[in-house]
């Protein structure tokens, strides 16, 4: 049930409307940050992924590295493969120091192909796998299958951005009941001036009805409408005194 009083009913309302709408501004930052940083996050295996395919999938098909060229000896052709499979490896590191990791299966199921840091739990998802993101147990990975039928799947940590948002979380819970209350104590502070009018009104129309019909009402906003009914009453007195 409301409260009969008009401050108490004006503040009341007012509170309701600044919770809705920090708590709006505040969920809808929050949704917004959290999927722009998990964006980024599959973006970055996307990078991961684009060098990594040649050295996961075998060689010897038309546009893969290592295959023979026409006119090459099966030794030389697997001196590129070689010197092909290093270079990979190599701009590979950076993402492997970051916490990257792969691994990658033949059509089969048999593994062709892993960095050296893997996630304990890593099993060979299912062959009818579709490709694509998933979230698992505070890792981000995405699956793919190569041209050529084989899976592969690279994958980051993600307890660094998960404690991230969830410091973003806290800060924004603390910032919008900051705002709440110095919203709330602001609009007390108002409607206490809004309603002291009336409340003068109300003291001057008591004392008068107890005998001081000499007491009027201080008109201090006569530019209002209080203030014009202020002026009605104390015309209204001076005629009943």
């Avoid at 950076?94 to 990791?101: D, E, H, I, S, V």
């Avoid at 089969?108 to 299912?126: M, N």
């Avoid at 062959?127 to 793919?144: H, K, N």
């Avoid at 104590?185 to 309603?195: E, Q």
């Amino acid at each position: 049930m409301l409260p009969r009083s008009i401050r108490w009913r004006i503040q009341l309302w007012h509170g309701a409307l600044l919770v809705a709408v920090v708590a709006t501004l505040t969920v809808g930052f929050y949704t917004y940050e959290a999927r722009t940083r998990r964006q980024v996050v599959d973006t970055r295996l996307q990078e991961f992924l684009t060098p990594l395919l040649p050295l996961v999938t075998p060689p010897g098909g038309p546009g893969r590295p290592g295959a023979a060229r026409p006119g090459e000896s099966a030794r030389a052709a697997e001196a590129t493969r070689a010197q092909r499979r290093l270079e990979i490896q190599q701009s590979l590191e950076p993402w492997l120091a970051q916490g990257f990791y792969y691994s990658a299966w033949n059509l089969e199921g048999r593994l062709i192909g892993q960095s050296e840091k893997l996630p304990g739990d890593l099993t060979a998802p299912p062959l009818d796998t579709p490709p694509g993101y998933r979230q698992r147990d505070g890792f981000r990975e995405y699956i793919r299958v190569s041209p050529g039928g084989e899976m592969v799947l690279v994958g980051v940590a993600t307890t660094a951005l998960e404690a991230g948002l969830r410091r973003l979380a806290w800060w924004l819970a603390g910032a919008g009941f900051l705002v709440v209350a110095v919203g709330l104590a602001g609009g007390a502070w108002l409607a206490a001036r809004a309603i002291r009018p009336i409340e003068q009104i109300s003291a001057a129309a008591e004392t008068i009805a107890a005998g001081k019909l000499s007491e009027r009402i201080n008109v201090g906003e006569t530019e209002s409408e209080l203030g014009a009914l202020a002026g009605t009453l104390n015309r209204t007195f001076d005629r009943l005194e």
